[in-house]
């Protein structure tokens, strides 16, 4: 009997007061937090009740010889008798489900939908599993899901890479509401770690741009968090819930500090939850490649730059920063149809040394003495209204309206400069989502449809400090210092139907408008050829997907879709330094890039014993935005900051090829243990045979775990291949700071791997304590395209309490 039925008939059995003696509770083994909407049932279904948000369910109505099933779709099912679990104190612990093939997933259609049904590859990152590794950043814990690679330029960042796609490529939502904005770089990007790892209830990353509820951005895929939510309670008395982390990391000396309480009544609930990190200099391994090794540094001393020897050229000097995160959540329910969620998110970083820009050289001394970016502020009130009431055009709806506020800023000073260039962008972003869904009548399928508005108005300055007089005066803006004002406007309708229980379609359209306008104020120190950017642009996209799942044990999909990028003031309006002697110069006849993609998922469980999830896909983008020569004013070169630079800028006169595959096995062996494996493989070229920037090497995972009676263990390797000289990207090969060198003396990226070990033991009585050893082998790495080498030998103490 399905679960649904079961849940229907003990509606109809359960007893009409919730007031009763004995109760028990009903908790995650791993976790230790309750689990809500378990039910209990005798085999003859003649008794029944269902635990309530907080885990909670009475036993009055059941006898001591009884026995009780604890069912519930995420769990293993258990049976004890009453008096076995009155004699063992009380609280049940259920063992959570490794592979759930009915699991479901909002991120497709902004509805929940079961897994089986989408046709598009998704990974889900649980609640279970962020608490068990205790991520740093958001970034890390996307690297926990084991098929996103993470590219870091400095310790306070991390720029997932999706199928060859990153930065402004992919697309960053959090509780419904997208992330990018008009500044968003095609470089490698760090806003990811805005967001605070431990209010994050789960994660969803759709890979490619399978669904058409997302617009412009979303190439290479989407990353989707939810946060925490207020619970309500379901009795008379307030539900009151809290949380509390401490965290302490040796590799960069890390002390995170996290609580969150939720107070909630049943029609009200309010949450709040505060963060707070710190970050010492980060140290590498000690065993592997020697030119990754930070010998010198620069320090100030009186007057004057000074290179010093580095006592430890393994401590990565400077690289620690701190952050802080604030959320509070208020929760209005006043009926069974209508639901008010208000939200205010805030991050906060401190000074952040851009590392990867402090190692490089010039003339055999480091080029910079300072570069770092400024506190990095991101603040979000959000308004999230769910209405659920059949009528003629939707069953269900919900409104999105947020605002947000980015603030970001560079500051660099060259060796032996008294120049100090301070470089400031604030953003302000209107968004509004509204999302409906409808049930046709009759089996016909089932529509979800919406409206998508956004707005950013950003601001850039530039102002240049002479450090030994502290005089300001004005320099060049990143960005054009007049008026700059986005525009995106879309609407989108999808349908999803199941044919004769064995197959499902989802297909859908999107039109997006997108718009910019930007004013160039002053022209004293670059001679514009124009005064204003307009840019107006217009796309149509697609998706259509089909899964064929004959049965609980296998699963078909295929699915073919398309997604687009429109320019953004980043891509149009910007000179900057790219690389060494070359600047990037504004383009405003910038058009946007399309992606046409093909995928394909196969999914097997073979009962609780073994599973795997294999896909392919292959994509091609056309009119690229790639960098190409160009000329300024009629001039292949130009002087930018004091250097002659080469002119460059994003034309699209590119395409690419860019193909893939993804293999995941999970197989549970006897003495609680269970293996699992991961391995992901990129490859992509454009039109000139070179290989993609943001393609990483191949990757993957191979976790041994043990799990029983609250103790964890998961033994694991982390493991990349190598990028070659021939495989890198041009733009790469002229970045040989950050590379380790052949036997040419080439740049190019060694393969490594780092053998690691996690550990948890939960105490029933909420407390969980953590001990983690990360590069056990103490191994010198840096991954792909990243600045910054990755910890050395890493011993992680955390202390986790739930109540």
């Known amino acids: 009997m399905k679960f649904s039925k079961v849940l229907m008939i003990f509606s109809l059995l359960a007893f009409p007061s919730m007031v009763m003696a004995q109760k028990i509770r009903v908790v995650d083994r791993n976790t230790g937090n309750p689990v809500e909407r378990v039910a209990l049932y005798t085999p003859s279904l003649k008794k029944s009740v269902i635990t309530g948000v907080d885990g909670y369910a009475s036993l009055d109505g059941f006898t001591e010889g009884d026995t009780i099933i604890f069912q519930h779709p995420s769990y293993h099912k258990t049976l004890m008798t009453k008096k076995q679990i009155l004699a063992s104190g009380g609280t049940v612990f259920l063992e959570h489900r490794v592979v759930m093939l009915d699991e479901s997933v909002v991120s497709v259609s902004r509805w929940e939908q079961e897994k089986r049904e989408v046709p598009n590859r998704i990974v889900t990152i649980q609640n279970d599993r962020i608490d068990f590794f205790n991520p740093q950043t958001a970034a890390d814990l996307l690297n926990i899901s084991d098929q996103v690679f993470i590219q870091k330029s400095q310790l306070g960042g991390g720029s997932p890479m999706l199928r060859g796609f990153a930065a402004n490529s992919v697309l960053l939502v959090v509780d419904g509401t997208r992330m990018n904005n008009a500044i968003y770089r095609s470089g490698n990007l760090q806003n990811v770690i805005s967001l605070d790892p431990h209010v994050i209830e789960s994660s969803e990353v759709i890979f490619g741009p399978g669904t058409v509820i997302y617009g412009s951005d979303a190439l290479g895929g989407v990353m989707d968090f939810h946060t925490l939510v207020p619970a309500l309670s379901t009795k008379d008395k307030p539900l009151i819930k809290a949380h509390a982390l401490v965290r302490g990391a040796t590799a960069n000396r890390e002390k995170t500090m996290h609580t969150d309480l939720c107070a909630g009544w049943k029609k009200w609930s309010f949450l709040t939850s505060f963060s707070s990190s710190g970050f010492k200099d980060l140290r590498m391994g000690r065993h592997g490649y020697p030119e990754l090794r930070r010998n010198e540094y620069v ?58 820009r402090l190692i490089q050289y010039k003339n055999g ?88 508005f956004n707005f950013n108005d950003i601001h850039s300055a530039g102002v240049t400090e002479d450090i030994m007089t502290g ?39 999107r039109i997006n408008y997108v718009s910019l306008h930007s004013e160039i104020g002053d022209t004293s120190f670059y001679h514009f050829p124009y005064q204003t950017i307009g840019l107006a642009n217009r796309a149509l996209t697609g998706s259509a997907g089909l899964v064929y799942h004959p049965g609980t044990r296998w699963q078909f999909k295929i699915n073919f879709s398309t997604g687009f990028r429109a320019p953004n003031l980043d891509d149009v309006g910007k000179i900057f330094d790219s690389e060494p002697g070359r600047v990037i110069v504004p383009n405003p006849d910038l058009k946007p890039e399309y992606l046409y993609n093909l995928d394909a998922n196969v999914i097997r469980k073979n009962g609780k014993v073994f599973s795997f999830d294999f896909s392919v896909f292959t994509s091609y983008l056309n009119h690229a935005m790639v960098r190409r020569p160009f000329t300024w ?116 990226s060694p393969g490594w791997y780092t053998m690691n070990l996690a550990t948890a033991y939960r105490f029933h009585n909420g407390l969980s304590l953590h001990f983690d050893i990360g590069n056990i082998l103490d191994v010198r790495y840096r991954p792909y395209s990243s600045g910054i080498a990755g910890p050395g030998r890493d011993i992680v103490l955390a202390i986790r309490y739930t109540i």
């Open 299 to 356: 320090i100030r001393s009186g007057d004057r730059d000074t290179v010093i020897p580095n006592p430890d050229p393994d401590i990565q000097v400077p690289s620690g920063y701190q952050q802080i995160n604030l959320m509070e959540k208020i929760r209005f329910r006043p009926g069974e149809n209508t639901d008010y969620l208000l939200s205010f998110h805030y991050s906060r970083l401190s000074n952040v040394p851009r590392y990867d």
């Open 471 to 509: 005089t300001i005066f004005p320099s060049p803006s990143r960005y054009p210092d007049g008026l700059n004002h986005y525009y995106a406007a879309a609407g989108y309708v999808s349908y999803k139907k199941n044919f004769s229980g064995l197959f499902t379609f989802n297909g859908g359209l």
């Open 365 to 452: 001394l480091p080029k910079y003495a300072d570069w770092y970016y400024g506190p990095q502020k991101w603040m979000m009130p959000h308004l999230t209204v769910h209405l659920k009431k059949k009528t003629s055009f939707y069953d269900n709806s919900k409104i999105n309206l947020a605002y947000q506020y980015y603030e970001e800023s560079r500051h660099d000073r060259k060796l032996n400069s008294i120049f100090l260039r301070h470089r400031t962008e604030k953003v302000h972003i209107a968004n509004l989502n509204a999302d409906f869904d409808k049930v046709l009548s009759g089996k016909r399928g089932q529509f979800f449809y919406g409206l998508e």
């Open 633 to 748: 004013n009629g001039r292949d070169s130009i002087m930018y900051d004091g250097e002659l630079s080469e002119v460059q800028a994003l034309t699209n006169t590119g395409h690419a090829f860019i193909y893939g595959s993804s293999f995941l096995v999970t197989l549970d062996l006897p003495f609680s243990l269970q293996l699992r494996s991961s391995l992901t493989f990129n490859r992509g070229k454009d039109q000139d045979g070179y290989p993609v920037r943001h393609v990483p090497p191949l990757f993957g995972t191979t976790h041994l775990r043990y799990e029983k009676a609250g103790f964890t263990v998961d033994f694991f390797f982390r493991y990349n291949g190598r990028i070659p000289y021939q495989w890198l990207a041009v733009s790469e090969r002229n970045k040989g700071y950050m590379y380790a060198k052949d036997a040419e003396g080439n740049p190019w």
